[in-house]
Each structure stands twice: as C-alpha cells, then as structure tokens.
C-alpha cells in the first residue's frame, strides 16, 4: 500500500517535467501467495496464511519527496528519461538487513588481534601466491605499466572477494536505494555526508548502467553496493575501470585483465609512489606519549616522529610519514605509514583494511615484514 501511495505521488511530480521522453515501463511481477494447506479435520474459522516475509520499508513524506527530486537531478545529470528512472527506482526493494550490516562494519567493533586473523589466513596466503603464479604474465604487465606492484593488485583482490570467490550476493540497486533514503543512524547520531555519498552512488549507478549496458535490477554485489572482482562502487567504475584486455569492454565481473589494471589505475590515480614503503615497524621509547594522527595523510617527518618517541626498526628513505598504532595480538603494535598507505585508505578508508591488505600482499610476495615482532617498550 504505501508503495502505491509513493506511486501516486511521484507521477504527479513527474508530470510537471513532460520535456523528458517517455520510456516503456518495466512490469513489475506479481507476489504469488500459497493457498492454505486443506485442513485434516474440519474447522470453524479459516486459516490465515502470511504472505512471504518482505523488509517493510519506513517510508515518509520526506522520503517521498527525496526520491522525487533525486529522480529529477539524475535525469537531468545523466540525460536519461525521468521515467525510466522513476519505474526502476519503484522496483527497488529496501533491506533492513543492509541497514544493520552498515550500522556494525567489522572494523568499528573489532581491535586489529581479531581483525587480522579475517584476511590473513593460511588458505588465504596459499590461495594468493597460486593466484600470482597462475596469472603472473598478466598482472606483472600491469605492475610494469603502472608502477603499482603485483602483489598490492592482488590482495586488494583477495582481501576484496577471495579472487572472484565472493563478488557479493546483494542486488546493487537494493542496496543503494536503502542506503541512499535510509542511511542508518549510528549512536543517536544522523550522517547526512554518508547519506549524500550513496544517493550519488545510487544516481552513478544509473549512469553506469546507461554507458556499460547493465541491467541495474541484476546487478550483484556487496552491502555497500560495491561490485566485481575489486569491488568498485559505481562512481570508481566509471572512473577508474579500465579495458584491460582488449576487448573494447570494461568487466570488472568476470575478467580478471580488466580486474588488474582497474585496481592499479585507481591507485595511480590516488597517487602511487612506485618503489616507495607503504609501512615500517616502529619502536616507542619508554614512556612515550600515545599519539594518535587527526587522519592518515603523511604529514609528519620521521624526525617530527622521532621527537614524539617514534622511530623505524629498520632503515627507510626519510619521506612524508604518519603513524598507526594497532591493538595486536601481543599488544600495542607502531607502524610509520608512507604516502602509500594513505593511497590504499582511499579504496577503504581503515587503516586496519589497509594493513590486512598491505599484510597480504607480502606473505603472496614472500616477504619478511615483522608481523610478529615482540612488542617494544
């Protein structure tokens, strides 16, 4: 009921927009309900059988509204038919399950001892480094092209889906939608920027879907709406997705060539520094004051760090750094993060993601990196 309410209301927003050309609306299917079962033994009343479990969706005049203006600002932004939009948006289905799942991110409820046992596992590490020998010709060129080395393309992979294993089961669009009207509030508190980023996802989506030839409604991905091998959100597809292989097409779903060289153009396109550290272990002196960065952009000398008690383990080119104090396994842990790790932050903006993947990417290259290193005064 209340989404044919919606639906009379939006029509008549739309008609005031008659320059935007009809398209042909899409059906929506019926809900078949299961008959009641045949009693064994008469009785006196009918038998009330539900109908199959949906989310029911908290719709309000606000939202209402919203929805109508979005549909306006996306057709106008993208020229695609008001219509269109509006009959596909009317098929998306809201998911309280999305709402929870974005309410309770793994990062913001766990420390990195119970975070870094998730992604670095032993099936995984093997899995990795028999992803690389199986497709070293083709992620190596990358890595020659762009500067971004192999293994970093790799975890973001692995840390991302487990190499395509897990691409997500969510519809795309459902997700968004929720996400763009229903942004959860979190401790009592709203946040309209998140709120604002996946309405513009939501409207990216539309876009992709106009230039890539997708049908929205089949689309498959994570809560977040993120999709593919590398799980990237709408916006990031149309930028940064790259034709890899040649073809003339850029799938992010099934080809691995365009998986690789979309994850490496994102970074170059943050910045990369090829050949440069993304972290190195550091040492606190006795007595140390805990000092925790406003965010992770290198902003801090590695004597600016040194004067505040915090100094690498092992020698490193003197370059623009920050530092990251983790909750370890074997307690506090001290890492001096480079122009790199912000780079990797901004394909998930945790600081614990970016250590799982830069973590991952050395145990698939074989490399030493200190993980377990005792904890220093």
């Given at each position: 009921?209340k ?7 939006l ?42 479990a949906?989310d ?25 038919p ?67 080395p ?18 997500g ?7 968004l ?34 230039e890539e ?68 272990r ?13 965010n992770?952009?290198?902003a801090?000398s ?76």
């Amino acid at each position: 009921m209340k989404r044919n309410v919606w639906n009379v209301m939006l029509l008549a927003v739309l008609a005031a927009c008659a320059s935007q050309p009809a398209g042909k609306p899409s059906a929506t299917p019926a809900v078949a309900v299961p008959a009641p079962p045949e009693p064994a033994t008469p009785i006196a009343a009918p038998v009330s059988v539900p109908s199959p479990a949906v989310d029911a969706e908290p719709i309000t005049d606000e939202v209402i509204a919203r929805k109508a203006e979005f549909i306006q600002a996306t057709a106008k932004r993208f020229n695609i038919p008001a219509d269109e939009i509006s009959n596909t948006l009317a098929q998306a289905k809201y998911k309280q399950s999305i709402v929870n799942a974005m309410a309770r991110p793994a990062e913001s409820t766990r420390t990195w001892a119970q975070y870094r046992p998730i992604f670095l596992t032993d099936s995984r590490i093997r899995q990795g480094r028999q992803y690389l020998e199986e497709n070293r010709a083709d992620v190596m060129a990358v890595s020659q092209k762009t500067g971004v080395p192999a293994e970093v393309i790799l975890a973001i992979m692995g840390v991302e889906t487990g190499w395509g294993g897990n691409m997500g089961s969510h519809n795309v669009l459902d997700a968004l939608y929720t996400l763009a009207f229903y942004y959860p509030v979190i401790n009592g508190k709203t946040n309209p920027a998140r709120s604002a980023f996946f309405t513009d996802e939501l409207s990216q989506l539309f876009a992709l879907a106009k230039e890539e030839g997708f049908d929205v409604r089949t689309l498959k991905g994570s809560y977040a709406g993120a999709m593919g091998l590398g799980q990237f959100m709408p916006s990031s597809y149309r930028k940064y997705a790259v034709d890899g292989n040649g073809d003339g097409r850029r799938d992010l779903f099934t080809s691995k060539q365009d998986a690789f060289a979309s994850v490496a153009n994102y970074f170059v396109g943050f910045g990369w520094q090829p050949q440069k550290p993304v972290f190195v272990r550091a040492n606190a002196k006795p007595g140390t004051a805990p000092f925790k960065p406003e965010n992770w952009e290198p902003a801090y000398s590695l004597a600016d760090l040194a004067s505040k008690g915090y100094t690498p383990n092992a020698a490193v080119e003197d370059l623009p750094a920050t530092l990251l104090t983790l909750e370890g396994a074997q307690g506090l842990e001290h890492w001096i993060g480079f122009k790199n790790f912000w780079v990797i932050t901004r394909y998930n903006r945790s600081p614990m993601y970016a250590m799982a993947v830069w973590q991952l990417s050395q145990e698939i290259a074989q490399r030493p990196y200190n993980a377990d290193q005792p904890v220093t005064p």
